[in-house]
């Protein structure tokens, strides 16, 4: 069977205008990902500038099966969370709450950890990979918050706090092999009430996101005569269940991102530019 071909991608003028067309008087579901971030200061794992960084993501089995993988991970969030919590929402955030305060979505899905589309105001939303602001206990399963994580590791592991790491997507930081190799030291926070080990409150690459938060996203997509994705690639699964049901019920979908993406040619409006440009954009043009 021969594949679908990508329609062209649009500028954000050009696109900005098209996707205005295919949104107005239709109820949207939004998707983001990264880069609906981006311009808050969090970086990604695929987008500009990705190939420059070295240090690959946690794994779910590493993280939870070995005390060198945690250790190496608590060390990285340490000197990276202060920069990480202090992001603030950006227009594109901003956008979508208008958006949604007008009653033009259904609900909004994201990808990202960050919490900044609650910040934002927008309501309901569905976090498939969880939320970086909360740790879990992998012995009780109690959630604790990871602000107070944060002071305990820094009472604790004053000597490895480095701020002038570059910041990473994990909340974390890339952290030189000679500061890593000084990690011998490093205590690992564990569970107020258990003492086991705790992780973020977040989806690993390799971990499954949980069966209640994929059937509340579908609920939002099949609710919606339009499907926007915002700044994703795709790239994994979690995401792109969303457009490839989307079209298969030939629901129109709209996608909003820099670069390439793995639903481009499930789409029906491509806008190749920043976030939050042509989501003011049609904030504007649509909000009452």
């Not at 062209?8 to 949207?28: I, M």
């Not at 880069?35 to 500009?48: K, L, V």
């Not at 994201?110 to 879990?136: I, M, P, W, Y």
Request: proline fraction near 6%.
């Amino acid at each position: 069977m021969e594949l679908p071909q990508p329609v062209r991608a649009l500028g954000a003028v050009e696109g900005g205008q098209a996707l205005v067309e295919l949104c107005r008087g239709k109820r949207v579901a939004v998707l983001t990902g990264a880069g609906c971030s981006t311009e808050s200061g969090i970086p990604d794992y695929r987008g500009e500038g990705t190939r420059r960084r070295a240090k690959a993501p946690v794994q779910y089995r590493a993280f939870v099966s070995d005390p060198v993988a945690r250790r190496r991970y608590w060390a990285r969030a340490l000197s990276g969370w202060r920069r990480f919590a202090g992001k603030r929402p950006n227009p594109a955030h901003e956008a979508l709450a208008a958006l949604q305060c007008a009653d033009l979505l259904t609900g909004l899905v994201t990808q990202n950890v960050d919490g900044l589309h609650q910040e934002a105001g927008s309501h309901g939303v569905v976090e498939l990979h969880g939320a970086l602001s909360e740790v879990v206990c992998l012995g009780c399963g109690d959630i604790g918050s990871r602000h107070d994580v944060q002071r305990w590791m820094e009472q604790h592991n004053p000597a490895h706090l480095d701020l002038s790491a570059p910041m990473a997507p994990d909340g974390d930081a890339d952290l030189d092999e000679a500061f890593e190799r000084s990690l011998a030291s490093f205590l690992v926070p564990t569970c107020r009430l258990c003492d086991a080990p705790v992780k973020p409150h977040v989806v690993f690459f390799g971990e499954s996101v949980p069966k209640t938060r994929v059937e509340q996203a579908w609920s939002i997509v099949n609710a919606a005569d339009v499907l926007l994705v915002v700044g994703s690639s795709l790239a994994v699964y979690s995401g792109y269940r969303f457009v490839r049901g989307a079209r298969e019920r030939q629901q129109p979908v709209a996608l909003v991102n820099l670069g390439d993406s793995r639903g481009d040619a499930h789409a029906t409006v491509r806008v190749a530019a920043k976030a939050s440009a042509v989501l003011s954009g049609l904030a504007k043009a649509l909000c009452p």
